[in-house]
C-alpha cells in the first residue's frame, strides 16, 4: 500500500465512525508572527498530516455526506503565485496534492469558506465537526479556533463540535509505516548521541553538546528536532524542562541529555544519563541500577487492557517498594523528593503524541518509559527514556539499539 492509499483508508476509518450526514473541516496550522514581519518555524497540523500527508500551509480538507449518499472528500491548497514564489518558494501544484494525498477533488484556498455556507444554506446540512487545539481559559484563541468561533457565530443554530478526539484515538495505533519512520528517527537520535558524547570531556559546554546532536541530524536531512533537547550536567538535571543547555559540564558529574530526532514528522524521545569523565562513581552507578531496575518493572507492567493512569500508579507504587528496598526513602510518600513525574507518555507525530485518556493501553501503542531520580542535595539528576511498542503478548523496545546501562555507557565512551 503506498502512502496515498494509506491516507485514504486512515481518512475512510475516520468517516466509517460518523453517523448520517456530516461535514468535518480539517485546517492547516499557521504561523506564529515573532514581529511585525519575522514567523517562527512553521509547525504543520499533525492531523492533517495523518489524514492527507499535507505538511503546508493554508490548505483544508473537507469531508461530508448528505443525505444518505456515498461520503465525499475535497482539499482547499493555497494556488501557486509567482510573487510568494520569489520569496519564500513554490507550493505543491494539484497534481502533486492529489499523488500525495489521494484525494482526487483538488480546489485552489479562498473558495472554502462560500463551500460551507452553501452546505448549510443549499443543503440543510445541520452537523460542523472541526479540529482545533484548545488554547484554555487562559490561553490565546489560534487560527483554527478563531475560524471555529467564526463560524458559530454565523450559524449559532448549527451543531457545531471538535473532531479532535476522534483522529487522535485513530492516531495512538501506530500502523507498521508508523513504527518504520518512528524507528529511523530513534536510529537518528542514537547517531546523534554516539556522535556528541565522541566529543564529550569535562570542560565542554551542554550548548556545544546540543550543537553536536543538531549537526548530525541535519546531516541526515532533519533540522528540526522533536522538541529542544535537554542537556543538563550535575544539579541542573533536577530540573525536568531544563533547557538552557548554556553550563559548562565538570569533572566528577553526570549529564542527563533527554532528546529525540524528527523523521517526516514523527519523533523519538530517549534520556540517556552519562558520566562526564566517561566513568561512574560507585554511587552514581548504584543509582543508575535503581532506575533501570523500575524501568524494567515499568516494561513489565506496561500491557493491554488497562489505562495509561492505572499504568502510571502501578510502576509508582512498585517504585516505592524499590527505593524503601533499596534503603534511598524511610517512608513510600518520600518518593515525591525524588520522583516527581509520570512514568511515559504516547510518542508519535507529536512527542507527547495527542491520545484519549480512557481508551485502555493496547497492542500498537508507542509509549516512553522514562523513570527517573533527581537529588537536588547530591546534584544529581537521573532520567532513563526508551520508546516502546505495545504488543499481544511482548512489547518491544524499538531504541533497544541505543547505550544505556553503565556498562554499555561506559564501553562507549572508552571507545570514543
Ligand atoms: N522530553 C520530554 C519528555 O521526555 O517527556
Ligand atoms: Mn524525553
Ligand atoms: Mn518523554
Known amino acids: 500500500m503506498n502512502m496515498a492509499e494509506k491516507y485514504s483508508e486512515r481518512r475512510a476509518r475516520l468517516t466509517d465512525t460518523m453517523d448520517g450526514d456530516y461535514c468535518?473541516?480539517?485546517k492547516a496550522s499557521s504561523s506564529k508572527p515573532t514581529s511585525a514581519d519575522g514567523m517562527y518555524h512553521y509547525t504543520?497540523?499533525?492531523n492533517l498530516f495523518y489524514l492527507s500527508g499535507i505538511d503546508q500551509g493554508n490548505s483544508t480538507l473537507i469531508m461530508w455526506r448528505l443525505k444518505g449518499r456515498e461520503a465525499m472528500e475535497c482539499l482547499y491548497i493555497s494556488p501557486?503565485?509567482?510573487?510568494?514564489?520569489?520569496?519564500?518558494g513554490t507550493v505543491l501544484t494539484k497534481e502533486q496534492a492529489q499523488e500525495s494525498s489521494g484525494i482526487e477533488d483538488i480546489r485552489f484556498a479562498g473558495g472554502e469558506d462560500k463551500f460551507l455556507d452553501k452546505l448549510v444554506s443549499r443543503e440543510r446540512l445541520e452537523k460542523f465537526y472541526f479540529d482545533w487545539h484548545n488554547c484554555g481559559m487562559s490561553g490565546v484563541p489560534g487560527k483554527r479556533l478563531q475560524y471555529v468561533n467564526r463560524f458559530k457565530m454565523v450559524y449559532p443554530g448549527l451543531a457545531v463540535q471538535s473532531i479532535s478526539n476522534r483522529i487522535f484515538s485513530l492516531r495512538m495505533i501506530k500502523d507498521e509505516a508508523e513504527i518504520e519512520t518512528m524507528k529511523g528517527a530513534i536510529e537518528l537520535t542514537r547517531k546523534g548521541f554516539e556522535a556528541a558524547v565522541k566529543k564529550l570531556a569535562p570542560g565542554m559546554?551542554?550548548?556545544e553538546f546540543e550543537a553536536e546532536l543538531l549537526y548530525e541530524w541535519a546531516k541526515e536531512g532533519e533540522k528540526q528536532p522533536a522538541f529542544s533537547a535537554i542537556v543538563a550536567g550535575g544539579n541542573r538535571a533536577t530540573c525536568l524542562h531544563y533547557v538552557g543547555n548554556n553550563a559548562d559540564l565538570s569533572d566528577g558529574e553526570l549529564l542527563l541529555i533527554d532528546h529525540g530526532a524528527?523523521?517526516?514528522?514523527y519523533c523519538a524521545d530517549i534520556s540517556r544519563t552519562i558520566p562526564v569523565n566517561g566513568r561512574y562513581t560507585a554511587r552514581q552507578r548504584e543509582l543508575m541500577e535503581m532506575v533501570l531496575e523500575i524501568q524494567a518493572k515499568?516494561?513489565?507492567l506496561l500491557r493491554p487492557g488497562k489505562l495509561h493512569r492505572e499504568w502510571n500508579d502501578q510502576v509508582l507504587e512498585a517504585y516505592k517498594e524499590i527505593m524503601l528496598r533499596r534503603g534511598e526513602i524511610k517512608e513510600p510518600e518520600d518518593i515525591t523528593n525524588f520522583y516527581y513525574h509520570g512514568i511515559g507518555h504516547h510518542l508519535g507525530l507529536d512527542t507527547h503524541d495527542e491520545n484519549v485518556s480512557d481508551i485502555p493501553i493496547a497492542p500498537g501503542m508507542v509509549f516512553t518509559i522514562?523513570?527517573?531520580f533527581y537529588s537536588a542535595e547530591e546534584g544529581i539528576g537521573i532520567r532513563i527514556e526508551d520508546d516502546v511498542l505495545v504488543g499481544e503478548t511482548e512489547n518491544t523496545v524499538l531504541s533497544a539499539g541505543f547505550p544505556r546501562t553503565?556498562?554499555?555507557i561506559e564501553v562507549l565512551m572508552a571507545g570514543k
Do not use: T
Not at 524528527?262 to 514528522?265: A, T
Open 370 to 372: 522514562e523513570p527517573g
Open 44 to 46: 504543520p497540523s499533525r
Open 24 to 26: 468535518i473541516v480539517i
Open 298 to 300: 515499568a516494561m513489565e
Open 262 to 265: 524528527m523523521k517526516d514528522l
Open 80 to 88: 501557486y503565485d509567482e510573487a510568494y514564489a520569489k520569496w519564500y
Open 406 to 408: 553503565p556498562d554499555e
Open 205 to 207: 559546554n551542554e550548548r
